[in-house]
């Protein structure tokens, strides 16, 4: 599956993809918005694990896993997770590609597919201080329906690192 937007092409991640996922998740460690996410590791064994657990359930309907490219490098990914009534979207991209764009391009593209295939509704979490993905969630037409208190990492004396994250849904219209 290859969609292509002006600048971007999105497609199925493969095992092959797992350096670039890889990088991704380097990246992302150093980001102040780390916090805010499921920690993956990033020892090689485990990338390369997950990243060919990803290829394989792109060949079902309850998961999908999108690399976006610019020419021939990942420098991004969007997954889609089925839920009971609807699709959870999630991504993430290289801190490199971060305020260009990229992301509203590529999301957009994975909204017009996911209309395609008759999705009406797709959700979205998002840490509420994690402002450029809650701008982005908006810009994209999601509306904020419900707060959670969540934590994905502890502290130093192993006490939940609690943050207010936001629930956030869109409806696809045909």
């Known amino acids: 599956m290859i969609l292509k937007t ?22 992302f460690k150093s980001s102040k918005y780390v916090r805010y996410s499921t920690p993956h590791s990033t020892n090689d064994e485990d990338v390369y694990a997950e990243i060919h657990k990803w290829e394989r359930e792109n060949k079902g309907t309850e998961n999908k896993f999108f690399g976006v490219c610019q020419n021939d490098s990942i420098i991004g990914y969007i997954v889609l997770h089925k839920q009971e009534n609807a699709y959870e979207i999630g991504y993430s991209f290289h801190s490199d590609f971060h305020g260009k764009g990229y992301a509203k391009e590529s999301v957009l593209a994975i909204l017009d597919y996911a209309r395609e295939l008759g999705i009406k509704r797709i959700t979205a979490g998002a840490a509420i201080n994690n402002i450029p993905s809650v701008a982005l969630l908006k810009v994209l037409g999601f509306k904020q329906v419900g ?5 994905f990492y502890k502290d130093e004396f192993g006490n939940d690192m609690v943050f207010e994250g936001g629930i956030f849904e869109l409806e696809i219209k045909d």
């Open 147 to 151: 707060k959670e208190r969540v934590s």
């Open 6 to 27: 002006e600048r971007l092409i999105i497609r199925h991640i493969t095992k092959e993809d797992w350096k670039s996922i890889k990088k991704i998740w380097v990246d």
